[in-house]
Every structure is written in C-alpha cells, then in structure tokens.
C-alpha cells in the first residue's frame, strides 16, 4: 500500500495512471446516465493538457489528531501544480485504536442483523 501523499502525486502528475482512469471512465459510459456529462468534461480536460481536473484524498486515522499529517504533503503537492488541477484533502480522526477492531465489529453487526 503506498501512501496518500504518493497516491495524490500519482493522480496528479502520473500519465499512466491517469489514462487509466481516463479509460476506465469512458469504458462505463456505455449507457450511462452521465454520458454526456463525461463527454463534455473529457473535451475540457483533453484541452487542458490532462491537468484540469479536481483531486481528493481522504486520510482515516485512529490516532490523536495532528495538523503535521497532512501538512506537509499539502505544502509538497501545492508546489508545481498545475493551475487547472484542484487539490482536497481531509483527514477523519475515529476514536483511538478503533480501526484494528472495525472487521471483529463488523462481524458482529452482521450477525445481530441475522
């Protein structure tokens, strides 16, 4: 698993990897609702130069919250980013320790519903 920062930067400056989702996108076109939305978008960012698109990367941590998580990788992305590219991030805090135990809860809930 890599980490958020390399996935953003991955979705930002990658080609190949966003030519993927470039394709797989127009792929599921195919009698979709959103056709003409994805065609009229597809103009703009082939325009662009395959930069004026929206990113969002949400980081989920079962720790004391702390500004310096996504800090500096919003500082690293800022840097040379295109003009047309958007960046988001978020950070959701659960309570401590909380995601080693959400399968065993998971498990348990399915059950009940039973």
């Not at 800022?78 to 959701?92: H, M, S, V």
């Not at 809930?109 to 039973?114: D, V």
Request: with cysteine; proline share 4%; glycine share 6%.
């Amino acid at each position: 698993m890599t980490s958020l920062g390399n996935q953003l930067f991955g979705l930002r400056d990658n080609h190949h990897v966003k030519n993927g989702l470039f394709l797989y996108l127009g792929h599921h076109t195919a009698g979709a609702s959103w056709k003409p939305m994805f065609k009229s978008t597809a103009k703009r960012y082939l325009r662009s130069r395959k930069t004026d698109i929206a990113i969002y990367g949400v980081l989920v941590r079962d720790i004391a919250p702390s500004t310096s998580d996504i800090a500096g990788r919003a500082k690293a992305l800022a840097a040379n980013c295109p003009e047309k590219t958007d960046i988001e991030i978020y950070a959701l805090y659960l309570p401590l320790n909380l995601i080693d135990t959400l399968s065993t809860r998971a498990q348990a809930a399915m059950q009940e519903a039973l």
